[in-house]
């Protein structure tokens, strides 16, 4: 079944905002860091934004200062929240989740459309 569930994304107009949600299901479990990666035609995916299990953040330059990760444990969902977008902003973005227990493994959501026009 899905196990990462992702919101938010959509079409929006340059200088816009729009916020991003991913929610674990109850078969994931033992979350350390949650992030998410973006991918834009013909280029590679990048990590955006991390956030591990201390509440300690990671951003990729070009987001910084407009893009917020945060996490709710209790709910183990991700938000980002993109403010100021820009057209180079265009990607999939997906969610990434990474757990520790009975091993190490990370799951991935299929990605959400963010497109970022006018």
């Known amino acids: 079944q899905v196990q990462l569930v992702e919101s938010g994304g959509g079409l929006v107009q340059p200088g816009g905002s729009l916020r991003l949600s991913c929610a674990a299901s109850?078969?994931?479990?033992?979350?350390?860091?949650m992030g998410w990666y973006r991918q834009a035609p013909g280029k590679q995916r990048e990590l955006v934004a991390t956030?591990?299990?201390?509440?300690?953040?990671n951003y990729v330059d070009s987001v910084r200062g407009r893009f917020t990760i945060s996490r709710d444990n209790a709910k183990t969902t991700v938000y980002l929240q993109m403010n100021s977008l820009k057209p180079e902003d265009t990607a999939v973005y997906y969610c990434?989740?990474?757990?520790?227990?009975?091993?190490?493994?990370?799951?991935w959501g299929r990605g959400t459309q963010v497109t970022v026009s006018s």
């Open positions: 990434n989740v990474d757990t520790y227990y009975p091993y190490l493994r990370s799951y």
């Open positions: 109850e078969s994931i479990f033992s979350i350390n860091t």
């Open positions: 956030i591990n299990s201390g509440g300690n953040t």
